[in-house]
């Protein structure tokens, strides 16, 4: 069995991988929680905050900046986080728990394709997210639109590549779908600190600062500001942000089971 599928012609997988990218696109838009979470949430908080009016004030702390100005950045990492950590790993372990990637070797559908549908799916959602956070800074509260776009949107590829593969590595760790959930929102907090939801990177203490430079979500927040600033992103926040989407992607195919 495994021969005649290691034997399947190219064309019939590749038509394969697209029949489960459609199949999955259309489970995932029957989600509404998880579209909920990872698309709308991010821009309903940016929202709430913006219609604090001292947020929208300047601030000499920020360099002329208000708090939502600041928040933009904040919320498109936030929808990243919430695709990574808190959307894709029921799925996936459910799959798994389920023995759905299991009987997927007996058939021309390789278990990768469905994982890559899984990656392409949330990543569209971090997208529409952060278009939608954009916008509403943009038209509801003045928040200039990036002024670095290429740079912003290298770091959003970068930030939201991390937080998949991060994802992907919870999946990995998890053999079922409860400690998967566990293990997300173990994770979740601590990223969302780092991201900057509670205190901006930028009202951080140096030193505190300084070390959260060092994780995806605190390097991304700040090659994301910089980007919005109209400057290039700090070639040390990137490569930050790229070696732990490296790192957690290796960690992934390692430590990933189909079954």
Known sequence: MTAAVTATPAPVRRAAARAVLLTEARLFAREPAALFWVVLFPSILLTILGLIPSFREPSDDFAGLSVIDLYVPVVVLLA?????????????TGYRERGILRRMHTTPVRPS????SQLVLHGAAVLIASVLAVAIGRIA?????PEQFAGYVLALVLTTAAALALG?????????????TAVGSAVF????????????VQ????????????????????????????GWPAW??????????????????????WE
């Open 80 to 92: 990243t986080i919430m695709a990574g950590l808190q959307a894709m790993p029921p799925i996936l």
């Open 141 to 145: 509260f003045g928040v200039a639109l």
């Open 113 to 116: 394709a469905l994982l890559a």
């Open 236 to 257: 040390g926040d990137l490569t930050v942000t790229g070696v732990w989407a490296v790192v957690l992607t290796a960690a992934a195919v390692r430590w990933f089971r």
């Open 168 to 180: 992907a590595t919870v999946c990995a760790v998890s053999p079922n779908q409860k400690i998967a």
């Open 189 to 200: 907090f601590p990223s969302m600190f780092t991201a900057g939801v509670w205190v901006p």
């Open 203 to 230: 009202a951080m203490p140096d030193t505190l600062a300084n070390v959260v430079g060092f994780t995806p979500f605190g390097a991304a927040a700040q090659a994301l500001d910089e980007a919005a600033a109209g």
